[in-house]
């Protein structure tokens, strides 16, 4: 199956061996955890010792594989699980030229919706999305920005959770932005991604605690609309669905409600490219002598390498952002404060005033068709205000539109994700009741 996905860039060959190393230690009766004997794909842009960690170009495709394990890659090792390889991405996590197309990358070529091979599996973590939908492996790790979790997790009819930005150490993880940035649970089910995001935040919350039982009536849901929904009649319905299940379930549903637009998109780029720049050095920096340490080494190299890495599209956002001059640039520190005025005083002010637990939106559109010449075709979305805050999401299958999966997304506060993995929980519950289990992928050429 994978050659039609192209989900999976780099296949572990030590991965049987560590499997059988767990079975026995199980055998012996000496368990890790829930997760002991468990295969995690890892996303190619977070530090792996044993394996390339490319970002997926060519430039680190060169390079030894990085010195230690990110922190999160030795928690998922010390719980027992069997890193099967690495998961392809977009290109720089999806952050280098205007016009990308989600899921492809220069190393690990161009990843498929396995619902439909003709459409996108989203970005940037287009290959954990599409492997986990695939049926490659249960579990997957992402990373977000803003929507790298959640759009594939939509558009490939699995669960993403992006935690609250430091939940997770961010250290040996290819950054964008320290402000934005971070891994997260890509997983089949609500509870996977509980037990998860328990291993990947250390083990000192039990998150799977919060998956119980479909009673909301405690409950109290936003439901901003505005230019969250109305992109797509569809998704539109699916959501309008899911908001019945949830009132089924008890909630109470505050509806009609409206978030502030999340700043302009010159501020929110103005973070991206300013942080990318200072985040991206101090990465390159310990990865092996030799090798590329600047923002300007990257685009040196791409332009001598053009008829392969600019074939389908440019480093525009390289160049913007190897021309900002730091964290203390004026135009940033104004920028960083819109955006957290518009992400975290949106969000928040919206809770207080309506005394709610959570929001609900729904995720994004329907996969597009895949289109390298012209690039994604992305016609809504439910991160930017949470991507501006570092809040939590999570997003999971509410749905099919013409046989391709759709989702709703919960968001909150910072440090709610045990509310939203309670939500949920409870959603994914009763909507299996209501409509059966969620349609696995046939693999379909066209739709």
């Known amino acids: ?54 970002a997926g170009s060519l430039i680190l495709a ?22 099967l390889g690495k998961s392809n991405l977009s290109e720089w996590a999806n952050f280098r030229g205007s016009a990308s197309s989600s899921g492809w990358s220069a190393y690990g070529g161009l990843t498929r919706n396995p619902y439909a091979l003709n459409r996108s599996a989203g970005g940037s973590s287009s290959g954990s999305g599409a492997a986990v939908a695939a049926g490659l492996a249960d579990y997957a790790i992402g990373t977000e920005t803003n929507g790298s979790i959640v759009c594939p997790a939509a558009l490939n009819g699995i669960v993403g959770l992006k935690p609250t930005v430091g939940l997770i150490p961010q250290r040996g993880i290819v950054p964008i932005s320290h402000s934005q940035d971070t891994a997260g649970p890509m997983t089949r089910t609500v509870t996977q991604a509980a037990a998860l995001l328990t291993v990947l935040t250390g083990g000192g919350t ?17 439901v901003p609309r505005g230019p969250l929904w109305g992109y797509s009649p569809g998704l539109d319905q699916a959501t309008e669905h899911a908001l019945g299940i949830l009132s089924q379930c008890g909630a109470t549903l505050v509806d009609h409600l409206s978030l502030p637009t999340p700043g302009g998109e010159e501020d929110q780029l103005q973070v991206l490219a300013h942080e990318l720049k200072v985040d991206l050095a101090a990465y390159l920096a ?25 074939e389908w599209f440019g480093q525009e956002l390289f160049e913007r952002a190897a021309a900002t001059e730091g964290l203390d640039a004026p135009i940033y520190v104004a920028s960083r404060l819109t955006a957290l005025r518009a992400g975290r005083d949106g969000i928040d002010n919206l809770l207080r005033d309506n005394q709610l637990d959570a929001l609900v939106t729904p995720s994004y559109s329907p996969a597009w068709t895949i289109d390298l010449v012209n ?39 910072g440090r709610s994700d045990a509310t939203l993995i ?21 693999f379909t050429q066209w739709v």
């Open 375 to 413: 690039g994604d075709h992305v016609l809504g979305s439910s991160s930017s205000h949470a991507a501006l805050a570092g809040y939590p999401l999570l997003s999971l299958p509410s749905g099919l539109v013409a046989g391709l999966p759709v989702g709703i997304t919960f968001s909150g506060t």
């Open 62 to 83: 060169d390079q030894p594989p990085p010195p230690e394990d990110a922190p999160l890659v030795r928690r998922l090792r010390e719980a027992g699980c069997v890193v």
């Open 1 to 54: 199956m994978d050659p039609l996905v192209n989900a999976i860039c780099t296949p572990n060959p030590a991965a049987l061996t560590h499997a059988a190393q767990l079975d026995t230690e199980r055998d012996e009766g000496r368990v890790r955890g829930p997760l002991h004997g468990v295969p995690v794909l890892v996303k190619d842009n977070i530090d792996t010792a044993d394996l390339p960690t490319t």
């Open 422 to 442: 309670r939500l949920a929980h409870a959603f994914e519950t009763a909507r299996i009741t209501a409509d059966g289990p969620f349609p696995t992928p046939e």
């Open 206 to 222: 039990d998150y799977t605690e919060h998956c119980r039982g479909t009673d909301l009536s405690n409950v109290r849901i936003g």
């Open 286 to 310: 310990t990865r092996a002598p030799g090798g590329p340490r600047t923002l300007d080494d990257l685009i040196a190299f791409n332009k001598e390498h053009a008829d392969v890495e600019l």
